[in-house]
């Protein structure tokens, strides 16, 4: 078994609910990490949904499908050899799901010449590289990151350029220069970063969007406000693959996939794309 890599790209505002009742002004929350501080999160059981209806849409053949994340099958009622009817059971995929977890996403440039940039933070980082390197994730697009670690103050955050950003969210920045890790920050996050602490990046709010149900005659019967990941921030998860049909799950994945609610009104849609392979079987 093999474990594989995967980007997420978000091309548009994403709403993965939590469903939690919620009393705040915001009614609908996005799915958070239970430990780390205001992280965005994609449950497993929302991975394999998502991607498991996008193979369907895409005419994959439904034997792949079945092997790869498993299917409800009928069978006949056992403990009643008289009844006829079908019972559903559920048979396992033989490919294993990880949860997609947010490494960096954009925060407001209040000085400089971008208007945002991609943020994530020390503690993130380093979480999401020991789970990488338990994973036997070796590199990123060919990076290693076998020693990589990220530490910086507490007050501060630290940007790869600070030509283009002076200021993120009315704090100032100072320079990236830990030279070692840059290559690998490049590839995990892009050209322009940020990283500042998780109580800094754990205090600022997502966006969330005002929605309204009307009725038949068009008057307005509920308003409701929903938080949204916004679009340009990026996720990573794993998937433990067998060999069999693995290079037409690859294939397939290589695509933009929809994730979470709202896709009629284009929510949700990712550029998916493998950046790591583990190099042995685990």
Request: charge should be negative; charged fraction near 20%; proline fraction near 3%.
């Amino acid at each position: 078994m093999k474990t594989l890599l995967y980007r997420m790209d978000c091309l548009t505002n994403m709403h993965v609910g939590s469903g939690d009742v919620n009393y705040s002004i915001i009614d609908n929350e996005i799915e958070k990490d239970p430990v780390l501080k205001n992280v965005a999160v994609i449950h497993p059981s929302g991975v394999k949904g998502a991607l498991k209806e996008y193979f369907g849409s895409a005419g994959v053949d439904e034997k792949i499908i079945t092997y790869i994340f498993g299917n409800g099958i009928s069978t006949n009622d056992k403990e009643n050899s008289t009844n006829t009817s079908k019972v559903k059971k559920t048979a396992p995929g033989n490919y294993k799901f990880m949860g997609a977890t947010l490494m960096a996403r954009p925060l407001r440039v209040s000085d400089g010449a971008a208007s945002y940039i991609l943020t994530s933070s020390d503690e993130l980082l380093n979480q999401q590289m020991n789970l990488f390197r338990a994973l036997n994730i070796k590199s990123i697009n060919g990076k290693s990151i076998e020693n990589f670690s990220v530490n910086i103050n507490k007050d501060e955050i630290v940007v790869s350029n600070t030509d283009e950003v002076k200021s993120i969210e009315g704090k100032n920045v100072t320079a990236f220069n830990k030279l070692q890790n840059r290559d690998v920050l490049t590839e995990l996050i892009g050209p322009s970063f940020a990283i500042a602490s998780a109580d800094f990046l754990g205090t600022q709010d997502y966006p969330f969007i005002a929605r309204n149900c009307l009725d038949s005659n068009g008057i307005s019967q509920n308003l409701w406000y929903e938080e949204v990941v916004p679009h340009e921030s990026v996720f990573y998860f794993a998937v433990m693959a067998e060999n069999e049909y693995l290079d037409e799950f690859k294939a397939v994945m290589e695509n933009v996939i929809q994730f979470g609610g709202n896709a009629s009104i284009g929510y949700g849609f990712a550029k998916v794309h493998c950046v790591a392979e583990s190099p042995e079987v685990l």
